[in-house]
């Protein structure tokens, strides 16, 4: 080949490359121009139509809501101490719960708390050690657990279980 037709092969990568390297560096200012915009809240979201508190930062503050205006009770259980027997590797089960109630459910629930610790001793008196033990079976306890509050208390007035403590001693 001649000297120009190899001049003009070099000059060819160079171009896509500069081509490449606005489009890395556009992309990086265009990128970091919407997180701010979003951070600083310029645009605000029109899905929530109430008014948002900002700092001197313009940063929304979050505000704590109440029980009613969200919706939800939460209702604490007392806290159980399950013996586990003399094969298992550990001796207790300590077990804390909260249960997820609508607000104008939560008096009744907290009235049949007693009827809702028997029927979970129960439970858990019940299962195996090795099952308390594997912490892969944490979800299906709880589906279950919850299954049987439902049953006791009514599914309209539990809407979840939330466990809070569940300690092999």
């Known amino acids: 080949m001649t000297d120009a ?6 000059e060819a990568p160079k171009k896509n490359k500069k081509g490449l390297v606005f489009g890395v560096f556009g992309a990086a200012i265009l990128g970091g ?8 809240g310029a645009f605000p979201s029109s899905s929530d139509d109430s008014e948002v508190a900002v700092d001197s930062h313009g940063i929304p503050i979050e505000t704590e809501k109440t029980e009613e205006a ?17 094969s ?12 997820e109630v ?16 028997d029927v979970l001793n129960t439970y858990l008196r019940a299962i195996s050690d090795s099952e308390l033990e594997n912490p892969a079976s944490m979800n299906r306890l709880r589906a279950q657990m919850l299954r049987r509050v439902q049953v006791v208390l009514g599914e309209e007035n539990v809407r979840d279980l939330l466990i809070t403590e569940f300690v092999l001693n």
């Open 102 to 117: 609508p607000p104008a459910s939560a008096q009744e629930v907290e009235h049949l708390s007693p009827r809702v610790l």
């Open 33 to 40: 121009a919407a997180f701010f915009v979003t951070y600083t």
């Open 88 to 99: 298992a590797a550990s001796q207790y089960l300590h077990f804390r719960a909260y249960l």
């Open 70 to 86: 969200s919706g939800v009770v939460f209702v604490a259980l007392d806290p159980m101490v399950i013996p586990l027997g003399t």
């Open 5 to 10: 037709a190899i001049s003009q092969e070099d």
